[in-house]
């Protein structure tokens, strides 16, 4: 479980994802830890009316307890990056599910606003991250032909528990009061403990496998040596120790990687997802506000966002089986900056909606590009920077939208109160996210013709759709072939005279045969033959 156990944390070495099997129920896993992450924040809105009336505060100091979430999930993400480096994915995760149940129980028991803060604010948020970040490592490590579709269902997390966690709240609130309320929202955010448990690290099945092969040469090898037996078995538990010796990984261990801002690709990313964060979540903090502004009534008004919600839920998949599409996969980023770009012109030609009719139309079509969005951000990032340093871009991502969390939304309200204008807002909101789409449209072509002016030696690579699954193969295949090299390296000199005997006898087999008959080019691997060492070597290269 520590930093000597690579097998809990960033996979040392390419894997090859099995995209099926175990794997779906880690999907399951991070779909419920997905669905928590996001929608949590959203849900316990529910409860703000009661705590103004307990604690004599107004709307904007409950109103914190989401912002304080929401800013833990983004703002931690490189402290959850160090801790899944130094112990793994499946320790990180239960940890962080037991201090977002603990944050929320806390919060049942408390007598100030305060209170809440640090407790379901800061101990909650931080458990949901500590969960959400490693979730996504995880999946990302077991798909790869069907990662596109694995990111979109896991996406979908959102959307169905914010539809299903908000008239849970409200059921919860007029059975037991907000107190009971939050006791038993801390109880069911246990289950990201449950998530956590069934993350098992997939190298761990590979060195098995790796094992078994190895044993299996040892068997073969060692039973006609007689009393050489003993000795051999020696000679493989030294191999077996100097081997493990050169596996411990170093102590300057890497906790977070800041090498990847090396990358052209992934600087292109962080800033076209700065720019985006900023207009991105404004239309639908303030579409319930500026629906009532214009006189819809406030239960139509509050049911466009499940509008966006239900469209959100199918918009997802679907946009992950596209993305997987062979000739679509290797060019997922001019996908997503397609959907960027569908989802600020959306925003802008709904600036001057002045009625309910209009405004449905613009939750039908915010809700699918807002899903596409959903869908494709973490399968661009992988792409960019492969699944050995995604725990380390992931963390640093997220910093930078925490950055963006904290201006964009905020500075929108105090122009809606300083302008009493809405229209300006979907404008400027619309108006980012489409400098975001085309700043990642237009860099990635351009550095993607750069790079296609100095192509690579003749060492073939894989990209889009065919990742790190090759070479994962290979690398297997490799070690399978090293360990039978080194067995029967082991034995070869004990039985030089043998192997000499059968070299020879295998001669005058061969000259037997080509008096009846024999093809061209058969048996040359033995010829000529001068010494008993060189027959040594012909034969192991036979």
Not at 264 to 286: D, E
Not at 363 to 373: L, P
């Amino acid at each position: 479980m520590g930093q000597s156990d690579p097998e809990e944390g960033q996979l040392p070495a390419p894997v090859k994802p099995p995209d099926g099997g175990w794997g779906w129920v880690v999907l399951l896993g991070c779909f419920v830890i997905t669905g928590f992450s996001y929608a949590f924040p959203k849900a316990v809105s529910v409860y703000f009316k009661e705590l103004m009336r307990d604690f004599h505060v107004g709307y904007s100091d409950t109103a914190w307890i989401s912002s304080i979430m929401l800013a833990m999930l983004y703002g931690t993400g490189p402290v959850s990056s160090i801790m899944v480096n130094q112990f793994g994915c499946r320790p990180v995760m239960l940890i962080g599910g037991l201090l977002a149940s603990s944050g929320m129980i806390l919060a049942s028991f408390t007598t100030n606003i305060i209170e809440l803060y640090l407790t379901a604010g800061v101990l909650t948020g931080l458990g949901m991250a500590l969960n959400f970040q490693p979730s996504l490592i995880m999946l990302g490590s077991y798909f790869d032909k069907r990662r596109p579709l694995a990111n979109g269902l896991a996406a979908a997390g959102s959307p169905v528990f914010l539809s299903a966690l908000s008239p849970l709240g409200q059921v919860l609130l007029e059975k037991f009061g907000w107190r009971g309320g939050f006791l038993i929202m801390g109880g069911l955010l246990l289950n990201c403990c449950t998530c956590g448990a069934v993350m098992r690290p997939l190298e761990m099945s590979m060195k098995r496998k790796m094992e078994k092969v190895q044993d299996k040469y040892e068997a073969k090898e060692m039973l006609p040596m007689g009393e050489k037996t003993e000795e051999a078995m020696t000679t493989t538990n030294e191999a077996k120790s100097k081997k493990a010796k050169k596996k411990k990984p170093p102590k300057g261990k890497k906790l977070l990687d800041f090498s990847i801002f090396s990358n052209r690709g992934f600087v292109i990313y962080a800033i076209s997802k700065f720019i985006l964060v900023l207009g991105l979540f404004v239309p639908p903090i303030l579409l319930v506000n500026y629906a009532k502004d214009i006189g819809v009534p406030d239960t139509e008004a509050a049911f466009l966002l499940s509008i966006i919600g239900f469209i959100d839920i199918f918009a997802r998949p679907s946009c992950g089986v596209v993305a997987g599409l062979k000739f679509i996969r290797p060019h997922v980023a001019y996908l997503f900056s397609f959907a960027m770009l569908f989802n600020g012109l959306t925003d802008i030609c709904s600036a001057r909606a002045s009625n309910y009719t209009a405004l449905v139309i613009f939750c039908v079509f915010f809700g699918i590009s807002y899903g596409m969005v959903g869908a494709l951000q973490f399968e661009v990032l992988m792409a960019i920077v492969g699944s050995q340093k995604f725990s380390s871009a992931i963390g640093l991502v997220l910093l930078i939208e925490a950055v963006a969390v904290l201006i964009g939304p905020p500075s929108a309200g105090r122009l809606v109160d300083a302008l009493k204008n809405y229209e300006v807002i979907f404008y400027l909101a619309g108006s980012e996210v489409v400098l975001s789409s085309l700043f990642l449209g237009v860099v990635s072509y351009c550095c993607l013709n750069r790079g296609k002016k100095t192509p690579p030696p003749a060492k073939t690579s894989s990209t889009g759709g065919c990742s790190d699954t090759e070479e994962a193969e290979s690398d297997a295949q490799e070690v399978e072939d090293h360990a039978g090299d080194n067995h029967q390296q082991s034995y070869s000199t004990n039985n030089a005279l043998i192997v000499g005997s059968d070299a020879v006898n295998h001669l005058r087999e061969d000259q037997s045969v080509d008096a009846v008959g024999r093809p061209e080019g058969d048996g040359e691997a033995l010829m000529p033959v001068r010494c008993s060492s060189n027959q040594t070597v012909e034969r192991e290269s036979f």
